[in-house]
């Protein structure tokens, strides 16, 4: 057993997709208009994931079994899907995570200002 697994005994990694996380990832693309996934490698920390990314950028990731498991699901719900590992994360993205920032900025200094 490695240093790691014997530091978090065995759970990092270990979690495997399921049922909530399906659940989730339907209902997130329910809520959300032009959504795209992007299948994520598996890491030494984490497992496969899908990413799922709306037409504003807004985004959701959950675990799957393996990327074919994570196209099966995309086309399921008839959603583009895309190797991240080829085509990397969309700009909309970015950007919206980056107005996340500002407006959570702005929230915590009004909270000072108060």
Aim: glycine content about 8%; cysteine-free.
């Amino acid at each position: 057993m490695g240093v790691l697994a014997r530091l978090t005994k065995g759970r990092i990694g270990a979690r495997g997709s399921g049922d909530e996380d399906r659940t989730h990832l339907r209902q997130w693309a329910a809520a959300h208009e032009g959504v795209e996934a992007f299948v994520e490698p598996r890491t030494t920390v984490t497992g496969t994931t899908v990413l799922l990314v709306d037409k504003d950028g807004a985004w959701t990731r959950r675990r799957v079994a393996d990327p074919a498991a994570a196209r099966k699901f995309a086309r399921a719900l008839a959603m583009p899907v895309y190797d991240v590992q080829l085509v990397g994360y969309p700009q909309r993205m970015r950007d919206h995570d980056a107005r996340e920032r500002v407006l959570r900025e702005r929230a915590r200094r009004a909270r000072l200002e108060e």
